[in-house]
DNA sequence: AAAAGCCCCTGGACGC
DNA sequence: TGCGTCCAGGGGCTTT
């Protein structure tokens, strides 16, 4: 999955392809993704004009003309294909490796827009869903309420991040995951935004606050951290894992600059350092940290 | 209310 | 080659 650079990576490329143009044909290969599709799905899609395609979170969101919205969520595994008109250009985008000897096995959903291109998606683990709501229905939504500040705007400040952390007990890493106080961050970018905090992911999230309520220097740290770090997965085109195979742009790039994630064993980065990465585990998910640079 | 488990699902890597 | 086990970028739901 995705975590947010990867969804606005995916939002990045279908953009050009979906605004502007309207769904002429709609094709689900199987009744459900994590959840059953909304009743008429693809009849209520067939004729729409997307007006625009935007992120939340790490939600993909489809307005259309018609005044409803599709919501995508990509889970673990999904990815989307494009396949323009002319046939000639066929670009991978998204997190996961092609099924090798089987490629239409878990390509569920299929798109044919106005201006001929085809967006297949996939997701081998279906952890991911689409869902087509009403404008009033969105901010009601379970899925979209009590989702917390989105990370790159200006509501992620120290303050707002002691604040949240004030009188929690949970350790810094559940901290974070939890979408209700920053949403878009996954395993990934937790663990590399508490390296360049020099912040061990054991820690409680009460390391973030003052006697006070304000922000600790760790706090400001942390901040600064995350934004950095999204900033430039962003940059980087997102992090592409089990797929080393695709070299025409599409890839990401970004995990070959992870600091800690998936490197046990191996040595910090960090100048002077050079103790080995461990791995533990928080909430059943992995956790990467240096046990030299992280206190 | 907050925190901690359990579970959804498929496939790849690894050990025997 | 064929198991069995563990692991994987998420998060909803249930239980404590």
Known sequence: MPELPEVETVRCGLAPVMEGEKFSDVLCRRPDLRFPFSPKFAERLRGARVTALTRRAKYLLAHLSTGETLLMHLGMSGRFLIQLADNLEARQIGTYEQEIGSPE??????????????????????????????????????????????????????????????????DLKAFLMDQRHIAGLGNIYVCEALFRARLR???????????????????????????????????????????????????????????????????????????????????????????????
Do not use: W
């Open 105 to 170: 096995k878990h390509a569920h959903v299929v798109f044919t827009m106005s201006n001929g291109a085809q967006v297949t998606y996939s997701d081998p683990r279906r952890f991911g869903y689409m869902l087509l709501l009403n404008a009033d229905e969105i901010a009601s939504h379970r899925m979209m309420k009590g989702l917390g500040i989105e990370p790159l705007g200006n509501e992620l400040t120290a303050d707002y991040v002691a604040a949240r952390a004030f009188g929690r007990t949970t």
């Open 201 to 295: 992911p054991t820690r409680k999230a009460a390391v973030l606050t003052k006697s006070r309520g304000g922000p600790t220097a760790a706090c400001e740290r942390l901040v600064g951290a995350i934004r950095d770090v999204l900033r430039e997965a962003i940059d980087a085109g997102g992090s592409t894992l089990r797929d080393y195979r695709q070299a025409n742009g599409a890839a990401g790039a970004f995990q070959s600059t992870f600091y800690v994630y998936g490197r046990e064993g191996e040595p910090c980065h960090n100048t002077g350092c050079g103790r080995a990465i461990r791995r533990t585990s928080q909430a059943g998910r992995s956790t990467f940290y240096c046990p030299s640079c992280q206190r």
